[in-house]
């Protein structure tokens, strides 16, 4: 079993810097992808990034790509993404997911995780 906890989230404005951070507990971090989704409202929940085991991989959602950067910390168990140049259609709720595989395919779908946070609001305001 593992628990994510998403914190980092906020109000910036337009063309501002937020950096999220997701804690798992449980063991084997190291041996999860771990994913950052989101979701606005009335919209369904969107891939962001993910990055793979040892986070020699990362893969991003176009939207975001040049803007953001995921990363992870296996000794805190902790993955992070940086979103810099926000826009105020990056206002949504992100959530933290988590699979255990060392698969290098797919990893975009919502139905791929077994794990989720509770998620973290970000508000961009032009």
Known sequence: QVQLVESGGGLVQAGGS????CAASG?????YRMGWFRQAPGKERE???HINWSGGRTVYADSVKGRF??????AKNTVYLQMN??????????????????SVVAGTEPYEYRYWGQ????????
């Open 47 to 49: 891939f962001v990034a």
């Open 119 to 126: 998620g973290t609001q970000v508000t961009v305001s032009s």
């Open 85 to 102: 140049s926000l826009k105020p259609e990056d206002t949504a709720d992100y959530y933290c997911a988590a699979v255990q595989t060392r």
């Open 18 to 21: 937020l950096r999220l951070s």
């Open 69 to 74: 950067t995921i990363s992870r910390d296996n």
């Open 27 to 31: 063991r084997s971090f190291s041996s």
